[in-house]
T-cell receptor
Framework: GQNIDQPTEMTATEGAIVQINCTYQTSGFNGLFWYQQHAGEAPTFLSYNVLDGLEEKGRFSSFLSRSKGYSYLLLKELQMKDSASYLCAALDSNYQLIWGAGTKLIIKP | DTAVSQTPKYLVTQMGNDKSIKCEQNLGHDTMYWYKQDSKKFLKIMFSYNNKELIINETVPNRFSPKSPDKAHLNLHINSLELGDSAVYFC??????????????????FGPGTRLLVL
């Protein structure tokens, strides 16, 4: 079956760095997305990786290893507004997004 | 300016009623989706609709039916509402260009969500 695994919850300190991991098993693979979802709001797009390696975009970076079925989202210089759920989603061979349950990130001062 | 809009934002209703949620996108996208997010925050795809091709998640009860009057709209109609239907329903759209398939990353843009509470 198809499956996405990511930690349920993580806690980090303002100004620090946090890495949120995601492993996936899908029927075919056409890329991996990270979305941010604040409580009570819709998910918003953060990043998309289809090739191996690190993609950097400001304070956020996303990494992909296709051979390992693994991705991570790296958040630097954490701010209180980064407190949210981070959703990992893989695009399968039918171009359907398979979603993880999300990682709730709690930022403490 | 809203890219993907949904109405209503909140919907409280009784068991057994029939209700509809409307979705509109002004992005010119070809594909639209309906998701259900339950209390555990897990996003479950219900339908995707692309150039009149409807792909249904087989686990969705047939009480749920999507209706698309045109490419910019995908409404969700729910018959005989049940307590377990209480959730947040998100509409989304992506660019995918019909038969040419995958365009770019299939980034999905989400509407603000409709919070449905069935009493």
């Amino acid at each position: 079956g198809q499956n996405i695994d990511q930690p349920t919850e993580m806690t980090a300190t303002e100004g620090a760095i946090v890495q949120i991991n995601c492993t996936y098993q899908t029927s075919g693979f056409n890329g991996l997305f990270w979305y941010q979802q604040h409580a009570g709001e819709a998910p918003t797009f953060l990043s998309y990786n289809v090739l191996d390696g690190l993609e950097e975009k400001g304070r956020f970076s996303s990494f992909l290893s296709r051979s390992k079925g693994y991705s991570y989202l790296l958040l630097k210089e954490l701010q209180m507004k980064d407190s949210a759920s981070y959703l990992c989603a893989a695009l399968d061979s039918n171009y359907q997004l398979i979603w993880g349950a999300g990682t709730k990130l709690i930022i403490k001062p | 300016d809203t890219a993907v809009s949904q109405t209503p934002k909140y919907l409280v209703t009784q068991m057994g009623n029939d209700k509809s949620i409307k979705c509109e996108q002004n992005l010119g996208h070809d594909t639209m989706y309906w998701y259900k997010q339950d209390s555990k925050k897990f996003l479950k795809i219900m339908f995707s609709y692309n150039n009149k091709e409807l792909i249904i998640n087989e686990t969705v009860p047939n009480r749920f039916s999507p209706k698309s009057p045109d490419k910019a709209h995908l409404n969700l109609h729910i018959n005989s509402l049940e307590l377990g239907d209480s959730a947040v329903y998100f509409c989304a759209s992506s660019l995918r260009a019909g038969e040419s398939g995958f365009v770019f990353g299939e980034t999905q843009y989400f509407g603000p969500g409709t919070r449905l509470l069935v009493l």
